[in-house]
């Protein structure tokens, strides 16, 4: 299995879970992805690590208080290598900032901010932690998009901000996003057939399961829900699921989405 020292500027590399009810969600990734998770550090806020054969592949953590109480969610962070600069831009193209670089002991900084449709990401500044260790196998990440009301909008952000390429899908309102030759991440357009009125733009992730069948079991097992159930798409077979914390993702059995 391919293993991950480095991530380019500009490409995902971290992803972690804000969660209002940890004490349950840590036996759910535990079965559905079989991870490996570590003891809360306290310096950190009970921040935790979750790792596949010692290597790392997301954190978790109890949801802050000035979170309100609502659901818990998932956050994907984008490399940087000057976390002040890429703040700068995503001003310039009409981003917000919500968060300004902190830095994280030796381990790197971080920051959080909002692209123009309203869809929020993490940047992450590495230092000691080079973020995710493992993508692409079952439990880590394989991909991720951007849901926007604003295609177009969203579109050329993110082009500008991640300095990427983009390619139309030739049969839905969707582009995937590139560097060089490589797959990067996505941004699709919300309609409302698919996607409630009151739900704001938003990124999701995906990650990789030997079965979207197991998943979905696993998930029901400990608590969670299946949103979506196991069905066969294009690129794999896809699930949707909801960690008891509340928490959406999606899991896809098969091929990386978009490769």
Known sequence: MPTYTHHPAGTPT????????????LPFY??????DISEGVEEYGGYRTATLNGKRVAGLAPQMPDM??????????????DAQADLQRIRDLGGTVMVEPMQIGDQGQMAVAADPTGAVFG?????????????????????????????ELARQFYTGFLGATSRPSPSIPYHTLH??????????????????????????????VDSAD??????????????????DTPWGRLVVLQDPGGAVFNAMEGQRLGA
């Open 14 to 25: 971290w992803l972690d879970l804000s969660s209002p009810n940890l004490d349950a969600d």
């Open 30 to 35: 535990r079965l559905v992805f079989g991870w």
């Open 68 to 81: 309100g109480g609502g659901a818990g969610a998932w956050t994907l962070y984008f490399a940087s290598a």
């Open 123 to 151: 940047l992450w500044q590495e230092g000691t932690h080079t973020g995710m260790e493992l993508m692409g196998e079952h439990g880590s990440l394989c991909w991720a998009q951007a849901n926007s009301r604003h295609l």
């Open 179 to 208: 560097h060089g030759e490589d797959w990067t991440a996505g941004v699709m357009q919300m309609d409302d057939d698919n996607f409630a009125p009151e739900m704001p733009p938003h990124w999701v992730v995906y990650f990789a």
């Open 214 to 231: 197991a998943a979905a079991q696993a998930a029901v097992a400990t608590g969670g829900q299946v949103l979506f159930p196991p069905s």
